[in-house]
């Protein structure tokens, strides 16, 4: 069951007007600021800056069960390219859909009295504490669907150079020569002895008579 829920936090809501009756409607618009810790998004990736607004258009519809909760969150997201990290920005706009039960009624929303270890206390189920539910876990569950898990600046960003880390969106021609590591090592050996060679034929070369005279003189 939900932790104690207070009722000044802009992400408690309340269910009284729905009064439990089936089929009863209210729907709600409300500007939020984004959750701090933790990040609310995808850490280290993308996520929404704590404290921006987030607008939400909520549906509360009464059943059976309890409360159907149905809405969408639009934010503005931020991150960085995974391409060329460059910062980035990005709309995003989660969709979901989540029931908070009444604590004292069973999967067909009779009621009951709650009994120690009852099936119906299932860790994944959400619940209606007087009348009221947090919206930040499915919020949080939402926005992080929503946002791209490896985002991009722009659909065809080049990215950074893998050699020099030159940015490729900025520099489209930027390149380098292919070197075949194979010949390389040739060529140096190649260098080497043609210098080599180069020595031995100067230092073994014939003098002309004209110069052989003048070095007996």
């Not at 706009?93 to 206390?121: I, K, L, N, T, W």
């Not at 619940?127 to 991009?152: I, N, T």
């Not at 043609?194 to 014939?206: F, L, W």
Request: glycine fraction near 8%; hydrophobic fraction near 35%.
């Amino acid at each position: 069951m939900n932790a104690r829920l207070d009722h000044r936090n802009p992400l408690v809501f309340d269910t009284h007007e729905l009064g439990r009756r089936p089929g009863a409607l209210q729907r709600l618009t409300r500007t939020v600021d984004a959750p701090g810790t933790p990040v609310f998004g995808i850490e280290e990736v993308i996520g929404v800056p704590a404290g921006a607004p987030v607008e939400l258009e909520l549906r509360l519809e009464s059943v059976m069960e309890g409360v159907l909760v149905t809405g969408t969150a639009r934010a503005r997201a931020e991150g960085e390219c995974v391409r060329c990290l460059e910062p980035l920005h990005q709309e995003v706009v989660a969709e979901f859909q989540e029931m908070f039960s009444y604590p004292d009624a069973d999967d067909r929303g009779r009621s009951r009295a709650a009994e120690p270890g009852d099936d119906a206390e299932d860790e994944d189920m959400l619940f209606l504490e007087d009348g009221m539910f947090d919206l930040e876990p499915v919020l949080r569950d939402a926005v992080v669907l929503a946002l791209p898990m490896q985002p991009v600046c722009r659909e065809d960003c080049a990215g950074l150079c893998p050699q020099c880390g030159v940015s490729l969106n900025d520099d489209p021609e930027h390149h380098h020569d292919a070197v075949d590591i194979r010949w390389a090592a040739l060529q140096g050996l190649a260098d080497s002895l043609g210098t080599g060679e180069k020595d031995k034929m100067s230092g073994d070369a014939p003098r002309s008579p004209r110069a052989a005279e003048k070095q007996e003189k």
